[in-house]
């Protein structure tokens, strides 16, 4: 079997740090970056930059023959220690393609690297699990989980673009760009030019002045920055929204709803899914907690559902609903989970009223849910709807 995805990470940075590497890699998963990441870094490695263009191969199964496969298995490194061969897509391979890839995996060559890249959404592959797990190095990508991200963030800034990153920068970074690492990387990149300027007028002046003080100092990208640059500001983000729903605060929360759905990577659907992963954890929490009071695990609930969709990094998510456990009833909750519901069925049917339109109906619904106009308002925003 495979590593677990963080051993996988550490295998690859012990084989780039030691220099001894794998005969066979295969990178598969729903995250392209982290595939693309990691390939450049074996690549840039394991091949001797010297002899470049003659030790890398690179190519795409659908475009290999079983000849061509035969070829770039067997053909010696030049004048370098090794060779690295990049195939990308190797589903794609026809049939004696494939069993000339399969045959060289029984017996990979010692002066060869072979990498293999899924792309996203591919089915793994077990048999190149097999063969490339069993020297650790198969390595399964799969989109970073809300409580990474800003362990991520933080790292991306510092060692590829050499700027530090405040938590709370990267958090409302977070909440505008969800885990979509190439438009965050984009975002950072744009950042880490915005706090490298010079001379800026607005908002940020003063932190450029201050910066310009000292000049062996880290370029820091705050949160007035992420404001500027990425046009998000601190308590207008899903979070916010989510809190406003868990608090029962129907103002408050419908006055969000335009600001949330103009982020980017925003919109109905994916609110719609963080409520309702925010109601049902309510709803087990007070099933599991059973009206005695004292705290729920909800960390725990999170760990055995680790692909539900929550908005946001999981402390924050544990400690709101901690904190609003008290204010729901079990009637509240069945309530606002149907309402979820008919708003999940409305978004994908074609409607009159705009997203904007329903989705505020329904954070009033369920801040009202339990209630004794809870059903009026549910019919409202049906008609709405």
Known sequence: MPPAPLT????????LKTGQFAPVYYLYGDDDFQKADAERRLVDAAVDPATRDFNLEQRRGA????????????TPPMLAERRVVVVRDPAALKKDARAVLDRYLARPAADTVLVLVAPAGAKADKRLQDAAGAAGAAFDFAPLGEDRLPRWIAHHAEHALGVAVTPAAARLLQAAVGNDLHLLSAELDKLASYVAGHGASGPGAARDAAQDATPNAPRVIDEDAVADVVGVRRGETLADLLDAVARRDGPAAAALVPHVLGLPKSSAVTAVMALATQTLALAWGQARRGGRGGAVDFFGLLKESPGAYVGRPWGEAVRAWGLALD???????????ALLLEADVALKESRLSSDEQLLTGLVLAL??????????????GRRAA
Do not use: Y
Request: charge should be negative.
């Open 8 to 15: 996988a990470h550490k295998a690859l940075n012990a084989a």
């Open 63 to 74: 475009e290999l023959s079983a000849e061509g496969v035969d070829a770039l298995l067997s």
């Open 327 to 337: 204010r729901w009833t079990p009637a509240a909750l069945d309530d606002a989970l």
């Open 367 to 380: 801040c009202a849910a339990g209630g004794a106009s809870s059903a009026g308002r549910a019919h409202e």
